[in-house]
């Protein structure tokens, strides 16, 4: 009798969960239609596997020109490859975006492309001026294709992603400008030492490098989420203030109490904007509010 209840009050948590959980679309080749994730390659890189993936929302018109209509844009870089998070490094793998945006925008998940030039590089930079580029060109790009209002155009990202929000996002003026605000979760340029990389180390160099890419945020809003606890971050940025940063304490085991589950494997996860939550409420007025004070309606 105990185990039957049991069953009964797992199998009415499950529906409930997935009830509540922004449902992730399937990832399909093909041209871009409302509603899917399409994995698409750039003229840049046809005959090589760099792909970005793009998403346009339900409400999506192909006669946007025509009817004057345009959308807000989340442009996003994803994490290092990480199995022990569920993290795969790869384009396909991203949530971050798609919860902040509730589907409502234009998705871009953005490519690191490896230093050869064929692939995508699921751990750190690869080629990072190229990354740099990529982002140059296929942001203006789809926008001018799609209807993304170039005044309304975010980035975000998960971990290496959240790193790379700065570190790419800022990597010189003409990127700088392409963003009208910044959304990072677990991790931000400059704060720690990345031993054994490439990069980051040693720690005074990182950081000042770091606090250069930072005075091209222009006051420009920022959110910086993190699991737990942003202290360790609010102390590092407790000397800059030429920006309008917003500090968001994500209580993950207590948006999960039950570790690892159908959705996540472990705390250091993006899917918790998939799942209503207080963070999440906060999270997405925050994204109104920038809205609200982008230039074009």
């Known amino acids: 009798m105990n185990s039957l209840i049991l069953i009964l009050v797992f199998l009415t948590h499950v529906s409930y969960v997935a009830a509540q959980v922004l449902q992730l679309p399937p990832v399909e080749r093909g041209m871009p239609v409302p509603g899917k994730r399409v994995a698409a390659t750039s003229p840049e890189y046809e005959g090589t596997e760099v792909h970005h993936i793009l998403y346009l929302p339900e409400d999506w018109d192909e006669n946007w020109k025509k009817n004057d209509k345009s959308w807000p844009v989340i442009v996003e870089y994803t994490g290092n ?29 953005l490519p690191y492309v490896a230093n050869d030039h064929q692939h995508n590089e699921v751990t750190w930079w690869g080629d990072e001026k190229a990354t740099v580029e990529y982002a140059k060109i296929n942001i203006p790009r789809i926008c001018s294709t799609y209807g993304g209002n170039p005044e ?22 003409e990127i700088a ?39 091209r945020l222009n006051n420009r809003p920022v959110l910086i989420c993190q699991n737990e606890s942003t202290l360790e971050i609010r102390n590092y940025l407790s000397g800059f203030k030429d920006a309008d940063f917003t500090f968001l304490d994500v209580p993950v085991q207590k948006i999960f109490p039950e570790i690892p589950n159908l959705l996540i494997k472990h705390p250091h996860t993006d899917r918790w904007l998939l799942v209503d939550s207080d963070a999440r409420r906060k999270a997405l007025e925050w994204m109104k509010f920038v809205l609200s004070k982008s230039k074009n309606p």
């Open 177 to 215: 400008r392409l963003w009208c605000g910044f959304i990072t979760h677990d991790h931000y340029d400059g704060v720690r030492e990345w031993k054994n990389t490439a990069w980051g180390s040693p720690l005074d160099f990182y950081r000042d490098a770091a606090f250069n890419r930072l005075k």
């Open 81 to 109: 490859k990480f199995p022990v998070s569920g993290s795969t490094g790869e384009v396909e793998g991203a949530a971050l975006g798609y919860g902040l945006s509730e589907g409502k925008f234009i998705w871009v998940v």
């Open 152 to 173: 309304k155009v975010f980035i975000c990202g998960f971990s290496r992603g959240a790193i790379a929000v700065n570190y790419l996002g800022l990597y010189d003026d």
